[in-house]
């Protein structure tokens, strides 16, 4: 009787020609995870391709679901797949990447990463400064600021949660431009004329709120990049101020840097 041959490699697999050397040096996990990751950086698995279950390519390369286990995890710590709870694994899109030496709006860095930005208004007030607001504005506690929250996304996806404070000066700012264009700074330029020169920003990391995941749609084991951020008109005053958060799966910080002078 001749031996039963292996499933085929489901989906998209099927023509990766996925092979690993068991004589390499190089570990088997490791083998089968550069093999996926080479697939992943030359498109032949697009973003949102989903991965064959542990069990399906296992099968299929003869291998340990322990060992498949081990190549998709190594993935995921390099960033690019996802495990979606009770959905499988998954190739992740390109990250929005933001650059921290210049000062750009998020609709910028959004267009910049090759997706459409989007701004969903779910709160505007007047609420008084206290605090940390009032310091930052430099304006008297009490004293009348524009609270606007907002939900910012990257092709419809929820990316970002911007809780921003502005300044007396810009009560009177126009909600039906700031929807209609879906840039702060544009509607303050074009309202206004005012313009950001520079700003000051705070990173950190943190666990979400219940709120952030409900507007960012997160399970509880994905933590979040927060931002606190003071941005300054060409006057020098304050014009903003602005606590964000971020999904840490779809955002990367990016730092440019360079060696001032010569030497060590």
């Keep these: 009787m001749s031996p039963i041959p292996p499933p085929a490699l489901p989906g998209s697999l099927a023509d990766l020609d996925l092979r690993v050397d068991r004589s390499a040096e190089l570990p088997v996990y490791l083998q089968l995870k550069q093999q996926l990751e080479c697939a992943v950086r030359d498109g032949r698995l697009p973003a949102g391709a989903p991965l064959p279950s542990e069990r399906a390519l296992a099968a299929a390369l003869g291998l340990s679901r322990m060992t498949v286990r081990r190549a998709y995890e190594a993935l995921v710590e390099a960033g690019l797949v996802e495990q979606r709870h009770g959905a499988g694994t998954f190739v992740r899109g390109q990250a929005l990447e933001q650059p921290l030496e210049r000062l750009t709006s998020y609709s910028e860095a959004t267009r910049l990463s090759g ?35 907002r939900l910012r996304t990257a092709d419809g996806e929820p990316l970002e949660l911007q809780d921003a404070y502005l300044p007396p000066r810009f009560l009177e700012l126009s909600i039906v431009e700031l929807t209609q264009s879906g840039s702060l700074y544009r509607t303050l330029d074009t309202q206004f004329g005012v313009r950001p020169l520079r700003g000051r920003q705070w990173v950190g990391a943190r666990q979400p709120t219940s709120l952030e995941l409900r507007h960012l749609r997160l399970s509880r084991d994905v933590p979040v990049l927060s931002k606190e951020r003071i941005t300054y008109g060409l006057d020098e005053r304050p014009i903003e101020y602005v606590l964000a958060v971020a999904r840490s799966d779809k955002y990367r910080l990016v730092v440019h840097m360079a060696e001032e002078q010569a030497g060590y």
């Design 115 to 149: 997706y459409e930005p989007g701004s969903e208004l779910v709160t505007v007030e007047q609420v008084p400064a206290s605090g940390r607001v009032a310091q930052a504005l430099e304006v008297e506690p009490g004293a009348p600021l524009l609270r606007l929250l």
